[in-house]
C-alpha cells in the first residue's frame, strides 16, 4: 500500500515529455469572452456619461464672472419670464446690450406638464426654473426686478415698475428707460363674462393655480368621507368638472382620471367608484385643432375611462355648488359639483390693454392682443416696442411652440440689428448718407413640429409634420421623452424623471400642506 502510494506520488510529479504534438496543446489559450468589447465599450460610456453629468452639474453651481453694465450700449426691456421671454433671454448676446428683465414671477414654469402637478404625478418644483439660474450665467450682468410693470409710456420710452413683494422696503416704485421693450406678459383667462366664474372657478396657468386645484380636490375627498354627510352631498363633492376641451382641459382631466383610479380609489375605499368627472365643451368635439382620428381615438379613450364629454355645451352661469349650462338640446340644465376647473380662452391683460390705446387705432385693432408686424415689432411703436407670446395678436396658435419659436428668432433679430448698425455708422463714415442705408431683416416664419396631448390611462396622442399621427401606450413614451427633452435644464429633467418614478413605484402623494 505504501509503494503504491509513493509510486502515485512518483506519477503525479513526473515531467511530461514534450513533443510537437503536447507543445500545442500546453500552450493553447482561452477564447476570449464573445461580449467582451461590448462590454468595454459599455463601461467606457457609462464612465464619459457619469463625466459629462457631473461636469454638467458643476457648471449649473458655478457661474462665471460677468461683465458689468455698459452705459454706451443700448437697453433692452423685457417683461414676463414666459415662454417667449424666457426663450429670446437664453439666446440673447448680452455683450451688444443691456438687459432689464421685469416680472412679478421669479421662475420659468414648463406649462405642459402643470396639469400633472395638480395630482401629484410631478412635483411642481420640478417643472419651475428659477429666472435667475438663467439671467446669472449670461455673458453680461441682467438686472432683474421682480415687481409688476404697470405702465408703459412708448412717447418717452419708459416703464414704470411696482414691487409685488409683501414684504417691502423704502421704495416700492420706479421708473426704467429703454430703447427696446419685448411685451412676452403672456394672457389672462377668459371667462367671457360669465357671471361666477372667477369667484367660483380654478383657473390653471399659473403655478398658484395648481396648488389652489390640489387643495380643493383633496378637500372634496375628506369632506366626502366626514360622518353623517349625505348621500346626495357626497355624489356633488366627487363630482369634478372641467370647463374647456383644448389641450389643457382634456389633459387635466386624464391627469384627473388616472389620480382618482389609481390611488384615490385605493386610499378612500368608502367612497370607491363614486367618483365622476365630466368635460364641459362648447364646440362639438375635443382638441378642434387636431385631426379627425385622433379626435375620435381621445373621445373613444375618456368614454372607455368613463370621463362624460359634454359637447355643444355652453356654461351659462357658475355658482357656488353647481354650473348652470345649456346642453346640446337647447335646454338649460343645472350640474353639481365639488370642483371645478376652468381652462378655456385667454384675454389681454390690462397692461397690454392700456398699451394697445396708447397706440394708433387702425393699426391696432384686436381686442385679444397686440398686433405686430411680419418681424414682430407692434405696428405703431416706430420699432421699439416688440410682442411675443399670448398677449401678441398674429394669425399663429397661443401655444408655448409658438412662443418659444419667437423669442428664439427675436434674439437673432437682435443680433442682426447690433450688425447693421454698425454697417450703417461704418457706411455713413465713408460719405454716405444716412438713408441710403438699406437694412435687410427676415420675417418671422413659424414651421410647427407636431402638436402632443395627454389623454389618460397612460395613452397619448401626436400629431406630427408630413401628416403622421400617433395615438396609444407607444405614443405616451414619445409624449414624456418629448416632454423631458424639453425641459429647461438638466435639474428639471432629473427632478422630473425621478418624481416619474416615485409615482409610478410609491403612488402620488395624497397628503397636503
Known amino acids: ?63 462665471l464672472p460677468q461683465f458689468e453694465w455698459d452705459h454706451s450700449k443700448e437697453t433692452i426691456a423685457i417683461l414676463g419670464t414666459g415662454w417667449g421671454s424666457t426663450s ?11 438687459v432689464v428683465l421685469v416680472s412679478p414671477r421669479a421662475y420659468f414654469l414648463f406649462t405642459p406638464l402643470l396639469p400633472s402637478s395638480t395630482v401629484g404625478t410631478v412635483e411642481l418644483r420640478s417643472i419651475m426654473q428659477p429666472i435667475r439660474f438663467l439671467t446669472r450665467f449670461k455673458r453680461r450682468e441682467i438686472l432683474y426686478v421682480e415687481g409688476n410693470c404697470t405702465n408703459i409710456d412708448p412717447t418717452k420710452k419708459v416703464i414704470t415698475v411696482e414691487d409685488s413683494s409683501e414684504i417691502q422696503g423704502a421704495v416700492s416704485k420706479s421708473e426704467i428707460k429703454y430703447d427696446y421693450l419685448v411685451v412676452g406678459v403672456g394672457a389672462e383667462n377668459a371667462t367671457f ?30 369632506s366626502a368621507t366626514f360622518p353623517g354627510q349625505p348621500e346626495s352631498e357626497i355624489n356633488r363633492l366627487l363630482h369634478m368638472v372641467v370647463v374647456g376641451g383644448g389641450p389643457t382641459g382634456v389633459e387635466y382631466a386624464a391627469e384627473l382620471h388616472d389620480f382618482l383610479n389609481d390611488d384615490i380609489q385605493t386610499w378612500y375605499p368608502d367612497i370607491a367608484g363614486k367618483f365622476k368627472i365630466t368635460l364641459v365643451e362648447a364646440t362639438p368635439h375635443v382638441l378642434g385643432m387636431f385631426p379627425k382620428d385622433l379626435i375620435q381615438y381621445t373621445e373613444r379613450t375618456f368614454a372607455e375611462n368613463k370621463v362624460e364629454i359634454l359637447n355643444n355645451t355652453m356654461v351659462k352661469e357658475v355658482h357656488q355648488k353647481d354650473i348652470l349650462v ?84 427675436l434674439a437673432e433679430q437682435f443680433a442682426q440689428l447690433y450688425a447693421l448698425k454698425r454697417e450703417k455708422s461704418k457706411f455713413v463714415e465713408e460719405g454716405n448718407k444716412p438713408e441710403e442705408f438699406v437694412q435687410k431683416l427676415q420675417p418671422f416664419v413659424y414651421n410647427h413640429q407636431g402638436s402632443l396631448a395627454y389623454v389618460g390611462g ?56
Request: charged share 25%; hydrophobic share 40%; net charge positive.
Open 88 to 98: 429670446l433671454l437664453k439666446d440673447l448676446d448680452t455683450e451688444n446690450y443691456n
Open 458 to 513: 397612460d395613452k397619448a396622442i401626436a400629431d406630427l409634420p408630413f401628416g403622421i399621427h400617433l395615438s396609444g401606450a407607444m405614443t405616451y413614451l414619445f409624449w414624456r421623452s418629448a416632454y423631458m427633452s424639453n425641459l429647461f435644464s438638466l435639474r428639471n429633467r432629473v427632478l422630473v424623471g425621478f418624481d416619474w418614478l416615485k409615482a409610478k413605484t410609491f403612488g402620488r402623494d395624497i397628503s397636503r400642506e
Open 326 to 409: 345649456l346642453n346640446k338640446d337647447k335646454e338649460l340644465e343645472t350640474i353639481p359639483f365639488g370642483l371645478l376647473v376652468w381652462a378655456t380662452g385667454n384675454t389681454a391683460r390690462p397692461l397690454v390693454s392700456d398699451l394697445i390705446s396708447k397706440l394708433p387705432k387702425d393699426l391696432q385693432n384686436q381686442r385679444r392682443g397686440l398686433v405686430v408686424d411680419d418681424w414682430l415689432a407692434v405696428k405703431g411703436s416706430k420699432g421699439s416696442i416688440y410682442a411675443l407670446g399670448d398677449c401678441s395678436a398674429t394669425k399663429w396658435a397661443p401655444t408655448a411652440q409658438v412662443a418659444s419659436r419667437q423669442g428664439a428668432y
Open 193 to 222: 363674462g360669465i357671471p361666477g366664474v372667477k369667484e367660483n372657478a380654478c383657473f390653471l396657468k399659473e403655478a398658484w393655480d395648481a396648488r389652489r386645484i390640489r387643495t380643493q380636490l383633496l378637500d372634496c375627498l375628506e
Open 1 to 63: 500500500m505504501l509503494a503504491l502510494s509513493r509510486a502515485s506520488v512518483r506519477f503525479a510529479t513526473a515531467k511530461v515529455p514534450t513533443s510537437r504534438f503536447s507543445s500545442t496543446v500546453a500552450t493553447s489559450t482561452p477564447k476570449a469572452p464573445r461580449f467582451k468589447w461590448t462590454k468595454r465599450v459599455l463601461k467606457g460610456s457609462a464612465a464619459v456619461g457619469l463625466a459629462v453629468f457631473a461636469w454638467t452639474v458643476y457648471e449649473s453651481r458655478h457661474p
